[in-house]
């Protein structure tokens, strides 16, 4: 699954862990992304959201259950 939020954008970020020491070493932060069941155009999809989209509120949940 690849690590970028279809709203915002966020991906992976790369940079030095550096010790007390002073020593360097390469390290990545990976944003929290989720699975995202919504609406879009009448139609459902999942999308991949970072949790500050999720929490903004911006989409809503799609929640399951066929509709008779």
Same mark, same amino acid.
């Not at 709203?7 to 932060?29: D, M």
């Not at 959201?49 to 809503?60: D, E, N």
């Given at each position: 699954?690849?690590?970028?939020? /279809? ?33 879009? /155009?009448?139609? =459902? ?5 970072? =949790? ?17």
């Amino acid at each position: 699954m690849s690590r970028v939020c /279809d709203i915002c954008g966020k991906h992976t970020v790369t940079g030095n862990k550096v010790s007390h020491a002073n020593n360097k070493t390469r390290r990545v932060w990976k944003p929290n992304i989720k699975k995202f069941k919504t609406e879009i /155009d009448g139609r =459902t999809g999942t999308l991949k959201l970072c =949790t500050r989209c999720i929490k903004s509120g911006f989409l809503t949940r799609k929640v399951g259950g066929k509709k008779s």
